[in-house]
């Protein structure tokens, strides 16, 4: 466990057992949350690397237009 962890258990300990719970639940809801992120970017390689040839492909075909972000 790094410091900061521990520094942030052991203030959530001094908690009310109802904020104790409420962080816990924060905490698992983003843990989930990454976890579905994580598959959601791998199942996504294939489609990816598709939009990626396609791009390249309309930069070499010159259907690409340099526009500065400011004029989109």
Known sequence: MTPLLERAIEKVQGLPDAEQD???????????DEQRWEESFARSQEQLGKLAAKVRADIRAGRVKDTPVEDL
């Open 22 to 32: 409420v962080i816990a639940s924060l905490i698992l809801e983003e843990l989930a």
